[in-house]
């Protein structure tokens, strides 16, 4: 390891890797399975619960493994780890695609589990907040800027990749991209920490006149970024930096952490359903997966406004604000009976995405702005862990009551109140901690 490596920041360069690498990773592990699922299928000689049991054993490994390497990142940077994890889904889309039974298909979604866990939202969200000491916040919602285009990039690509080369060959192509473009931008430009763990103090933000070793200098690339760099905003204030165990015991991020959990039901039990969902309403394949790649694009334009209007707001009510669009946007899309026309329907995308792009932001610069970043991997990966268990169990929950009760009228009624649950929680916790704060 380059013992200067801590020393430097790469700025701009990092955002856009990670960005990059964020499309990437979600486009071909997480969006392209609603796609290979039904050939998958056919070609196993499985039913649609085991192949969907496959991801759902990939999303509880990626929580189980979340703190552990939320703590490493902590102690070492993330450019080993991130950079494996890359390799690792290059070598396992390959191996599935030469996939051809069950118990297979069950090892290597396992091994991408821990894959995801060393490459997405989570590991990225701790280097960043490591990396960008005076505004992670804005880092992180620059990075989440790319993140939030990979489903609209990566269905189309992967539907049109699968009608011309077939779906074993299309996760050739994308084991490719792993292995030629996410690997090598965490090789060259995820920082390290070094083993003595951050180059500056937590608290320390740049000076006017020359910055300090750790922060963002004018060489390093941070002045190519003119108002969207993360050095631009005016610094986080510094928080008092909490232990684990203290932090687990706060009752804020215990609402925190549960309405993060009703947050990831919502999101996965619609990524799963939402083309079913839309086609019971009466629309067609294409205007159904229309309304789905509308999403993405929403979720950009929230996290725009957060850039200019919401950065000004503290992380609490940007969050409340955030979490109270889901249960708006559930009931608006309950309330359209079968036969809506598809701009009507289309009203839906808007508050769901938008509800969506900002939660993002709110889950990775919470922990660092309420309890500071000298832990911030070990609490992160704390969230973590229930978070990918609730997305893992969302879209089989929803199944069952599809079963139980009969249509997705009814399911979406348990959807509104799990979002509302969630919603209340934090406005709670949000009021309980304004209050203290005023004392």
């Known amino acids: 390891m380059n013992p200067a490596g801590a020393q430097r920041h790469p700025g701009a360069s990092l955002i856009v890797a990670l960005g990059i690498t964020q499309i990437v990773g979600w486009g071909s592990i997480f969006y392209s399975f609603g796609f290979l699922m039904a050939p998958m299928q056919e070609a196993l000689g499985l039913g649609r619960g085991a192949v969907g049991g496959a991801f759902s054993v990939a999303l509880l490994c990626s929580g189980l493994l979340a703190p552990r390497v939320g703590a490493t990142i902590d102690r070492v940077g993330g450019r080993r780890l991130m950079t494996a994890g890359s390799l690792a889904v290059a070598v396992l889309l390959f191996a599935l695609s030469r996939a051809e039974s069950a118990p297979a298909l069950y090892l290597i979604y396992a091994g991408l589990g821990a894959a995801m866990a060393c490459t ?39 539907q049109a990749l699968i009608g011309w080369l077939g779906w074993r060959d299309t996760l050739l192509v994308l084991a490719g991209l792993n292995l030629l473009v996410s690997a090598p931008l965490h090789a060259l430009l995820v920082p390290d920490l070094g083993a003595e763990g951050p180059a500056v103090p937590p608290a320390a933000a740049p000076s006017a006149g020359a910055p300090s070793a750790g922060a963002p200098s004018a060489g390093a690339g941070t002045a190519a970024m003119p108002a969207t760099a993360a050095a631009a905003a005016p610094p986080s204030p510094a928080p008092s930096e909490a232990a684990p165990e203290a932090v687990r015991k706060d009752p804020l991020f215990k609402a925190l952490r549960l309405s ?9 039990t619609l990524s799963a359903h939402l083309m079913a969902l839309l086609q019971a309403k009466g629309l067609s394949t294409s205007d159904a997966a229309l309304i789905g790649a509308m999403i993405g694009p929403m979720q950009v334009v929230g996290r725009l406004l957060e850039l200019g209007w919401g950065r000004r707001l503290p992380i609490l009510n940007l969050g409340v604000i955030a979490i109270c669009t889901l249960p708006l946007a559930l009931l608006l899309l309950w309330s359209m009976p079968a036969g809506t026309t598809f701009w009507i329907l289309a009203l839906f995308a808007l508050p769901y995405g938008l509800g969506n792009g900002l939660i993002t932001i709110v889950r990775g610069s919470a922990v660092v702005e309420l309890w500071g970043r000298s832990h911030y991997g070990r609490i992160q990966g704390a969230i973590a862990r229930p978070v990918l268990a609730a997305t893992a169990t969302g879209p089989l929950a929803a199944s069952l009551l599809w079963e139980l009760l009969g249509d997705y009228d009814h399911v979406l009624l348990v959807l509104i109140g799990v979002a509302a649950v969630a919603a209340v929680t934090l406005v709670r916790a949000a009021r309980q901690r304004h209050r203290a704060a005023a004392r």
């Open 120 to 158: 997405l939202y989570e590991p990225t969200f701790v280097v960043l907040t490591h990396a960008f000491r005076a505004n992670p916040r804005r880092a992180i919602t620059l990075v989440t800027l790319f993140g939030g285009l990979a489903g609209t990039i990566f269905w189309p690509l992967t």
């Open 260 to 268: 993060f959990i009703g947050h990831a039901l919502l999101f996965s």
